[in-house]
C-alpha cells in the first residue's frame, strides 16, 4: 500500500500561495496522485489528480517530480473560504478503492 | 443534479438499536462505497460496491452489514449500535472501481450518528 504523509497543519493569509507537500515513497509504477479538499460538515470534494510532471485546472496546481515520491498541491492567492482539509491519495491503477487510504489530511488555515 | 444524497442528516441511537443508512446517487455511477470519519482522523472504508449486486468489505466492516439494492442505491445497516460506532458516516460513488484514473470519488454531506 502507498502511504502518504503530509503536514498536520499549515496556515497562511489571503492572497498569498500556499503549498502542501505530500510524500508516497512507495508509489507503486501504474499509481495516480489525487487530491481531495473537505469543508467542516462536507464530504470530501474531488479537486485535482496527476500522474506525473505538472497539472493545472482552475482551482489548483500538482507538481510531480521525475521520481514520483512526492508531490505538492498549489493553491493560488488563497481567500479565507479556502480553509480546510485536504488529503493526498495514492493508489487506484491495480488494486482498486478499497486499498485508497485517507490519511489524516493537512488542515489549512486562511487567515485575513 | 443532486449527486449523492444521504438520509438522515443527524441520527442519535441507544446501545443495542439497529437502524439503516440510506444513500442513493443520480450519476449513473457503478461504484458505490460507505466511509466513517472520527474526530481529526481522515476517513476509513467500511464497505463498498464495485458494480450492482456485488459487495465487499473495507478497511473497518465489523458490525456493519450493506445492501446494494439497485445501480442508484446503496445502504449501510447497524444491527446493533454500539458507542464505538459513533461516527459521521459518509456514501461515495464513483464512475469505476478498478482505477481512479478520471474516475474520483463523489461524496455526499454525511450522516452524523450518535450512540449513548
Known amino acids: 500500500l502507498a502511504k502518504t504523509t503530509q503536514p498536520i497543519s499549515m496556515d497562511s493569509y489571503e492572497g498569498q500561495e500556499v503549498n502542501i507537500t505530500c510524500s508516497h515513497n512507495?508509489?507503486?509504477?501504474?499509481?495516480?496522485i489525487t487530491w481531495y479538499q473537505q469543508f467542516p460538515s462536507q464530504g470530501p470534494r474531488f479537486i485535482i489528480q496527476?500522474?506525473?510532471t505538472k497539472v493545472t485546472n482552475e482551482v489548483a496546481s500538482l507538481f510531480i517530480p521525475a521520481d514520483r515520491k512526492s508531490s505538492t498541491l498549489s493553491l493560488p492567492r488563497v481567500s479565507l473560504s479556502d480553509t480546510a482539509v485536504y488529503y493526498c491519495?495514492?493508489?487506484?491503477?491495480?488494486?482498486?478503492?478499497?486499498?485508497?487510504?485517507f490519511g489524516a489530511g493537512t488542515r489549512l488555515a486562511v487567515h485575513p | 443534479n443532486a449527486g449523492v444524497t444521504q438520509t438522515p442528516k443527524f441520527q442519535v441511537l441507544k446501545t443495542g438499536q439497529s437502524m439503516t443508512l440510506q444513500c442513493a446517487q443520480d450519476?449513473?455511477?457503478?461504484?458505490m462505497y460507505w466511509y466513517r470519519q472520527d474526530p481529526g482522523m481522515g476517513l476509513r472504508l467500511i464497505y463498498y460496491?464495485?458494480?450492482?449486486?456485488?459487495?465487499d468489505k473495507g478497511e473497518v466492516p465489523n458490525g456493519y452489514n450493506v445492501s446494494r439494492l439497485n445501480k442508484r442505491e446503496f445502504s449501510l445497516r447497524l444491527e446493533s449500535a454500539a458507542p464505538s460506532q459513533t461516527s459521521v458516516y459518509f456514501c461515495?460513488?464513483?464512475?469505476?472501481?478498478?482505477?481512479?484514473?478520471?474516475?474520483?470519488?463523489?461524496f455526499g454531506n454525511g450522516t452524523r450518528l450518535t450512540v449513548t
Open positions: 460496491s464495485a458494480s450492482e449486486g456485488t459487495t
Open positions: 491519495l495514492v493508489g487506484g491503477s491495480q488494486e482498486g478503492y478499497n486499498k485508497l487510504i
Open positions: 512507495n508509489i507503486a509504477t501504474n499509481d495516480y
Open positions: 461515495a460513488s464513483s464512475e469505476v472501481a478498478l482505477s481512479s484514473y478520471n474516475s474520483p470519488l463523489h
Open positions: 496527476g500522474y506525473k
Open positions: 450519476m449513473n455511477h457503478n461504484s
